[in-house]
């Protein structure tokens, strides 16, 4: 892992599903916004804030999780100074589930610029993108009550 | 209505709220970025994008609808140069309920600087933000099938 991990909200979106992918928290702890203002919101779930929360939500989902398939891919951008959105599909499925069981989900991530480099400071996940066939991804989101 | 609504992205946001309040299309058009990088995400719906498909979908919801009552209180800000990202939450209620039937909703609200004005570019809502008493927002929320 290089410095350039950090100078481009591009590289840190890639290191954050490469993080997801293979259950890494300390890639997810080296790309985050520290302190209080991290926001993370899973989708159906509620909202973390905070490095702490944020990191401890993504602990828990990787505890005892097998690698997912992680793919992401950019719808748009919007740019400004030392902050950047991006609007971005993701296709998570299971380990060594086929292709077309993917969840097909919806994120809004937003990069922030301090003291040189850049830093994930929210993303906040919606699903599903588009109805999967048979209802599938609604049948496999989380329950709700 | 003065120009003074499209010079900060609190104003346009304000201005949203009670577009939304008033259920006044007109004043949601004045508001949200024309042309096709308009991105509106509602709690628990598809992606909708493009400032056609985004006021269709406002247009669908007012439709035959009672004004609510719509407070937002922002949680934080994300600001750089020409782009501004709030995190706000949502409280929502049918015309005449009592406050504590209020849906508590956050949304990540995106605008851009375009022209001189500031315009609403992305609206990404999710539901809830605490649980409800009894379940009463799960019961409220819009049915997926």
């Given at each position: 892992m290089t410095q350039d991990l950090y100078q481009s909200p591009s590289a840190i979106e890639t290191a954050f599903y490469d993080a997801f992918a293979r259950l890494d928290l300390s890639l997810m702890?080296?790309?985050?916004?520290?302190?209080?203002?991290?926001?993370?919101i899973h989708p159906g779930g509620q909202l973390l804030r905070g490095a702490d929360a944020v990191l401890d939500g993504w602990?828990?989902?990787f505890n005892?999780?097998?690698p997912p398939s992680v793919e992401h891919f950019v719808i748009d951008t919007f740019n400004g100074g030392d902050l950047s959105v991006h609007l971005v599909e993701e296709r998570i499925r299971p380990h060594h589930?086929?292709?077309e069981r993917a969840n097909r989900l919806i994120a809004t991530n937003v990069y922030l610029r301090q003291g040189g480099r850049w830093y994930l400071a929210e993303h906040h996940g919606s699903l599903p993108l588009v109805k999967q066939p048979r209802g599938q991804a609604i049948a496999e989101k989380p329950r709700l009550h």
């Open positions: 702890v080296a790309i985050w916004l520290p302190g209080e203002r991290a926001v993370c602990r828990q989902i005892g999780a097998a589930a086929p292709a």
